[in-house]
């Protein structure tokens, strides 16, 4: 009780005799508080609008179509708008686009989808000896059911395009297996065939498209059917109608801008690329930076603290120094200023917290709108942590400088009683 007595007593003496010094060092509390509440709002904000874009970007939501030529249908849907046209274009024009981008914007995304105008319908079944190959009877392929797609996404370590890893993990196979990435990557000669065919002809060779093939596996009834040959076995005179961009990961505003300049450097103008929301990653630096900066404001507010308060235990040196002679250990007068700049501290970072939160921050919601969002009791208490760390561990310094000093050396100088 008698401690608690002396830091009241202390913080009245200081008012009194140093009211400048006191007053800066409280402006300093105010401006740490406000510092750190605020920047830590902005932040959470940001993060908050980020999650909220890449929530957005759920796997089978939908996968945005590039297509070419003249613009013949539009379609609208909550994220996106697609554009069909009358257009193909070739695998030698797509190889081109994929040459233009770089490994970074190749990372960043998940990759590519593409199905085959394949008008060359062929049946590996019992019914018809195992390979029989029926070409140009200009069929429409749903009616047929078998498709050669290619589904692609970008190997970092390989620097080329491999398989796309969530379309084989949930491919359901009847027998055999699917197309390992090393198989894909270096264009083996292999084969996986559609349902419907005959698991027989697994580890046998096959026609198709010119190419000798072996059948590596065979889709199961409840798959789609499609034949899934290496990417690099394919030759450059196929076409398709529009090429699907696979969004396991979100495509931000910078790769979305990437990959539609190098389809317009090889397509030109007859390229039709969709409209959707992409998620603005170029402003994380600048929040980041907004966070560093008020850490680095909040520990100089801290040695700015601390110094002013240097200053305040400067005209109590008299006064420090009869407490040591009276026996009060370096501890207990260590934990009695310490009590006291805390003291002072929780009453300031309190109403500042309560100013902000009911004043400042409804204010700040037209430029920040989900800043409210991003407050709760935990986080101010959190802050304040932070906050109390920084600032006593600052001073604790100082004090340390003045406290370890004899009394003898305190008394040699005048100070305050």
């Not at 072996?214 to 199961?220: L, Q």
Request: hydrophobic fraction near 40%; charge should be negative.
């Amino acid at each position: 009780m008698r401690t608690i007595k002396y830091i009241l007593k202390n913080i009245f003496v200081s008012m009194r005799k140093s009211p400048m010094i006191f007053a800066l060092f409280i402006l300093c509390n105010i401006v740490s508080v406000l510092v750190i509440v605020f920047s830590h709002g902005v932040y959470q904000d940001y993060a908050s609008k980020l999650v909220s874009d890449i929530a957005k970007w759920h796997l089978s939501d939908y996968e945005p179509s590039i297509s070419f030529g003249n613009i013949t249908d539009t379609e609208s849907q909550e994220y996106v708008t697609e554009y069909f046209g009358d257009g193909k274009s070739t695998l030698g024009e797509f190889r081109q686009v994929l040459e233009l981008l770089d490994d970074k914007t190749k990372s960043s995304f998940t990759g590519f989808g593409i199905t085959y105008n394949f008008e060359d319908i062929y049946s590996f079944n019992t019914e018809t000896n195992n390979n029989i190959t029926i070409t140009n009877l200009n069929e429409d392929m749903d009616e047929v059911g078998n498709y050669l797609i290619s589904r692609l996404e970008y190997d970092a370590s390989a620097h080329q395009y491999g398989l796309y890893s969530s379309f084989a993990k949930s491919t359901r196979i009847l027998d055999g297996r699917y197309l390992t990435q090393q198989e894909e990557l270096e264009g083996k000669p292999v084969i996986y065939l559609p349902s419907g065919s005959d698991t027989s002809l697994i580890g046998k060779k096959v026609e198709f498209m010119g190419m000798q093939l072996d059948v590596i596996g065979v889709a199961s009834d409840d798959s789609l059917g499609q034949y899934i040959v290496p990417f690099k076995l394919l030759p450059d005179e196929l076409t398709f109608d529009s090429v699907e961009l696979l969004t396991d990961k979100p495509i931000t505003t910078d790769t979305y801008r990437k990959i539609k300049a190098a389809f317009e450097d090889v397509y030109g103008d007859k390229v039709n690329f969709p409209d959707f929301e992409t998620v603005d990653t170029t402003e994380q630096t600048f929040y980041a930076s907004i966070m560093l900066i008020s850490i680095a404001l909040s520990v100089l507010a801290a040695i700015n603290l601390a110094i002013l308060f240097r200053y305040i235990m400067h005209t109590r040196r008299k006064t420090l120094a009869i407490l040591r002679l009276s026996g009060c250990t370096r501890i207990r007068v260590r934990i009695m200023y310490l009590a006291e700049v805390a003291g002072i501290s929780i009453i300031i970072f309190v109403i500042c917290s309560a100013l902000y939160h009911y004043i400042i921050m409804p204010k700040l919601t037209f430029a920040f709108p989900k800043i409210q969002e991003v407050y709760s009791l935990n986080t101010y208490l959190y802050l304040f942590a932070i906050f109390i760390v920084i600032l006593l561990a600052a001073i604790n310094i100082i004090f340390s400088l003045q406290v370890e000093k004899q009394p003898v050396d305190m008394l040699k100088k005048t100070g305050d009683k």
